[in-house]
T-cell receptor
Framework: KAGVTQTPRYLIKTRGQQVTLSCSPI?????VSWYQQTPGQGLQFLFE???????NKGNFPGRFSGRQFSNSRSEMNVSTLELGDSALYLC?????????????FGPGTRLLVL | DQQVKQNSPSLSVQEGRISILNCDYT??????FLWYKKYPAEGPTFLIS?????DKNEDGRFTVFLNKSAKHLSLHIVPSQPGDSAVYFC??????????????FGKGTKLSVKP
């Protein structure tokens, strides 16, 4: 099986712009979670989608949003970018998103905001 | 307030010896724990997990120990190999109305295994 894929791998934007990141989960996986990794805060949970519905949300401002399509692919969007949004954005998938299931991560999208 | 803490940012070990990575947590509702390994420019790779109903889980060179009373878990790598050099993240999750919720990660420990 192919693993979790994320596009693009690298992105440079300027303050005030918006960005859309894409994630394709492992085939058959229906739960997709997004995480932000920064040197100071480590890995922090953004949100989780299951069957096209946002099921859980972390403590991030409304500028961060996401969606999931019927084929389980997911996108996340960040509007009005700030310098502090520079980070590695990781997507993870699991079969049903049930407690005890392992999440498998993609390689991430590295976003630099200038 | 960090719910999952990895107090050692780095650890250096000689090849062939044991590596012990530690993790503490504060939330008694956590019932599933995982260890991930991360190389630069790659996403975290799942290593091993343990449910709160167990106190030990072993997979090859990797063993995870869970001490619920102390809210502490550790990852043992025996014998350590240079290819094990990476950042290791401890993560925890709690059941939440039947959904997975999110994984709470520690900030990681960078392991260096010297030949």
């Amino acid at each position: 099986k192919a693993g979790v894929t994320q596009t693009p791998r690298y992105l440079i934007k300027t303050r005030g712009q918006q960005v859309t990141l894409s994630c394709s989960p492992i085939s058959g996986h229906r739960s997709v979670s997004w995480y932000q990794q920064t040197p100071g805060q480590g890995l922090q949970f953004l949100f989780e989608y299951f069957s096209e519905t946002q099921r859980n949300k972390g403590n991030f401002p409304g500028r961060f949003s996401g969606r999931q399509f019927s084929n389980s692919r997911s996108e996340m969007n960040v509007s009005t970018l700030e310098l502090g949004d520079s980070a590695l954005y990781l997507c993870a998938s699991s079969s049903l998103g049930q407690p005890g299931e392992t999440q498998y991560f993609g390689p991430g999208t590295r976003l630099l905001v200038l | 307030d960090q719910q999952v803490k990895q107090n050692s940012p780095s650890l250096s070990v000689q090849e062939g010896r044991i590596s012990i990575l530690n993790c503490d947590y504060t939330n008694s509702m956590f019932d599933y724990f995982l260890w991930y390994k991360k190389y630069p420019a790659e996403g975290p790779t799942f290593l091993i997990s343990i449910s709160s109903i167990k106190d030990k889980n072993e997979d090859g060179r990797f063993t995870v120990f869970l001490n619920k009373s102390a809210k502490h878990l550790s990852l043992h790598i025996v014998p350590s190999q240079p290819g094990d050099s990476a950042v290791y993240f401890c993560a925890a999750s709690a059941q939440d109305g039947g959904s997975q919720g999110n994984l709470i990660f520690g900030k990681g420990t960078k392991l260096s295994v010297k030949p």
